[in-house]
């Protein structure tokens, strides 16, 4: 436990010594707070459209979050490129693997450092529609299952970043195919969507309802309009706890 | 186990095998080293010097045999077995966005530094490695020198019992160098030190036994004065202005056998045992052969080194 909060400590002392996490804090804060103005001025120059909506929660937190994924989706890869990669090109990963601490506990913590400031991410996003409470009423319940979904999301696509930044030694081609794959496994929603029920064995295959159901954002949908699931929370934690495990392994394998 | 041994050997590997594929980088290596010992493992490059080594700091699972530190096996309890060891790898792992002082820190949390004794082993490690004044410095502006330096103190930060350092003075500087031979033997009178380097005068002058790996097996392991007073007066050389017969000079007590070198001088072996030298020079006076040099070329690590590693003697790598 304390290798794990060790680990995570140095990671984000590094991140925040290096201009990458502040210019990421800023160009997401500043493109997230763009479309919020913008999804504002919106609804005040059409009001009429909030009757389509359950309220302005869910009109801009929602609008908002979902923006919010996309950009993540372009912005954690560079985040997670270096955590492995980096320090296997520069020779530092010798410094960890020749410590007391376990590769469990490596993992972990450089999973916990990274969602530390992901975090941080969420909390300052946050802000941008609980400042509309100063003049409305707003639904906290559905804004926080959304946030909690965002935060879920990052945790899985760090997850994944993790793992693929433990396969290479370089930072760019991890965070070239952690885009690859997070956008892919994104894209499976959109298979969801065709009607298409290719038969095996007699065995009719149900494509779209297992391409929903692996799908990244699929399950997000739920939690955006304040429905708290089991499944989707599952779905987020399964997924986390596969890539991390794998990234275990595959750093076990490395000794090998 | 045996107690009494554990308290001697500190760092036991037996059959270290590795291999990379086809290739057989490491294969049936025994190693052992002594409490308070300074051991110098040599080896042309691509010897399997950094193989082994990061084999026995556990960064490699070894494809056959194991890795005991201090009685405790790096397979079973690596955490254990990892206490007791610092490790340099052939390049300082630093931070350099960190400042040395926040690096080592750091180091000493991951060694697992009571939180009350960091600050202190931190200091000392520091002042050991000639480093009081670079605290505050940011690693990126170290020069290479101190960069190894602080690689070093992050070693031996924890105060371990076995400290692996992997061609600690690659790419310094002479003056660096000295001051780097220095540390490693004031190292060695607490610590007990693995050291590797291709360059010779290195281990000469710091290590007190000498290892070579060639081709991934051990091919030479023996303490340092014995290197030294190997072969002690089994070949002679000697220059003659009026030489008598060859067989006059073999008739001399303790002479085993007489031959003309390409220079035009003589080169004796001598029976076991025996040293004929003061023999010689009498014989030389009396009867006025024009005695002007006698000497024993010693065999040095470099002629040991040289015949060991040579190509002609180079072990095959084997397909594994």
């Known amino acids: 436990m304390t290798s794990i909060w060790l680990i995570a400590r140095q990671e984000l002392a590094r991140l925040f010594v290096s201009p990458l996490a502040w210019t990421m804090l800023a160009v ?20 009429q459209r909030l009757g389509d909506y359950n309220g302005v929660t869910e009109v801009v937190g929602g609008g908002l979050f979902r923006f919010a994924t996309i950009i993540l989706l372009l912005v954690i890869p560079l985040l997670t490129m270096r955590l492995f990669a980096e320090e296997r090109k520069a020779g530092t990963l010798d410094l960890l693997l020749a410590s007391p601490v376990t590769l469990t506990g490596l993992v972990l913590g450089k999973f916990a450092g990274i969602q530390a400031f992901l975090t941080l991410m ?28 965002l935060w879920l999301m990052m945790a899985a ?19 070239v195919a952690t885009f690859g794959l997070l956008l892919g496994i994104w894209l499976l929603h959109a298979v969801s969507f065709f009607d298409w029920q290719p038969a095996i064995l007699g065995m009719t295959l149900p494509l779209g309802d297992l391409a929903r159901q692996l799908s990244l954002i699929g399950h997000y949908d739920n939690l955006l309009y304040g429905i708290f699931d089991t499944a989707d929370v599952a779905y987020y934690l399964i997924f986390c706890g596969l890539f991390l495990a794998l990234t275990v392994q595959r750093l076990d394998m490395e000794r090998h | 186990m ?12 037996q059959g270290l095998t590795r291999r990379y594929g086809l290739i057989q980088a490491v294969s049936g290596l025994d190693l052992q080293l002594r409490n308070g010992e300074i051991l110098g493992l040599l080896g042309p490059n691509g010897a399997g010097k950094s193989t082994t080594l990061r084999m026995l700091a556990g960064c490699l699972a070894p494809s056959e045999g194991r890795v005991i530190i201090r009685g405790h096996d790096m397979a079973r309890a690596p955490s254990r077995a990892k206490h007791h060891l610092g490790y340099l790898p052939e390049r300082p792992p630093l931070y350099p966005e960190q400042t040395v002082r926040e690096y080592l820190a750091f180091c000493a949390r991951l060694h697992r530094i009571p939180r009350g004794e960091q600050a202190a082993a931190v200091a000392s490690a ?41 061609e600690p003075t690659a790419g310094l500087d002479p003056n660096q160098i000295r001051e780097i031979r220095a540390l490693i033997r004031r190292l060695g009178e607490s610590h007990s030190v693995i050291l590797s380097s291709h360059i010779l005068p290195e281990i000469q002058a710091t290590c007190a036994r000498v290892a070579i790996i060639h081709g991934g097996q051990l091919v030479f392991d023996r303490p340092m004065p014995e290197i030294d007073g190997d072969d002690q007066a089994r070949t002679l050389r000697l220059g003659l202005r009026r030489p008598p ?31 004929p030298r003061e023999a010689l020079a009498r014989q030389a006076a009396r009867d006025d052969w024009g005695l002007f040099e006698l000497s024993q070329p010693r065999r040095t690590l470099e002629d040991i080194f040289t015949e060991l590693t040579s190509a002609d003697r180079a072990a095959p790598r084997q397909a594994a």
């Open chain 1, 122 to 149: 969420l909390a300052l996003t946050a802000l941008m529609p609980l400042s509309l409470s100063l003049g409305t009423q707003l639904d906290l319940g559905m804004l926080a299952a959304g946030l909690f979904g």
């Open chain 1, 157 to 175: 696509f760090a997850a994944a970043g993790l793992f693929i930044s433990s396969l290479t030694r370089e930072p760019t081609v991890a965070a």
């Open chain 2, 2 to 13: 045996n107690q009494a041994m554990n308290n001697d050997v500190l760092v036991d590997a």
């Open chain 1, 28 to 47: 997401v804060q500043l493109l997230l707070g763009l479309l919020f103005a913008m999804s504002l001025a919106d609804l005040m120059l059409n009001p």
């Open chain 2, 126 to 166: 520091m002042t050991d490695c000639g480093l009081t004044d670079m605290g505050n410095r940011l690693i990126t502006h170290c020069s290479k020198g101190y960069q190894q330096r602080v690689g070093i103190a992050q070693a031996i930060l924890h105060r371990p019992d076995v400290v692996i350092l992997d």
């Open chain 2, 245 to 275: 017969g060859s067989d006059i000079i073999a008739a001399v007590p303790g002479v085993a056998r007489v031959e003309v070198t390409e220079d035009g001088l003589w080169q004796l072996t001598c029976a076991p045992g025996a040293d």
